[in-house]
């Protein structure tokens, strides 16, 4: 089963950066294509950003041009680089296979942009 681990969050002001990162364990890694999710309090959980294996992007368009995903597959891990931030990006951020997230989720990384 694979074990996915989020860390990198933390408390921003609005405009300022974080980089989340996502660590998987099992095989194969590099033939799934990944996606960061997020979940605000009383809201879904949404799809934030996916990159394949082969490094094809694909962003929700409330991201576009503040964050960039990338992965090394080497290190099965996948980046979340999110700059200019805003409050509406607070969330528990998590990471799972796209565009079915059926491994085990993880604890997620706890996003939170106020001044």
């Known amino acids: 089963q694979v ?5 990198g969050g933390g408390l921003v002001q609005p405009g300022g950066s974080l980089r989340l990162s996502c660590a998987a364990s099992g095989r194969f890694f590099s033939i799934y294509t990944m996606g960061w999710y997020r979940q605000a309090p009383g809201k879904q959980r949404e799809l934030v950003a ?4 082969g490094g094809t992007t694909n962003y929700v368009d409330s991201v ?5 995903i990338s992965r090394d597959n080497s290190k099965k891990v996948v980046y979340l680089q999110m700059n200019n931030l ?5 969330a528990v951020y998590y990471c ?3 565009p079915t997230p059926d491994w085990v989720w993880g604890q997620g990384t706890q996003v939170t942009v106020s001044s």
């Open 86 to 90: 805003k409050p509406e990006d607070t």
């Open 96 to 98: 799972n296979r796209h």
């Open 64 to 68: 576009k041009g503040r964050f960039t």
């Open 3 to 7: 074990q996915l681990v989020e860390s």
């Open 50 to 53: 996916s990159i394949g294996g």
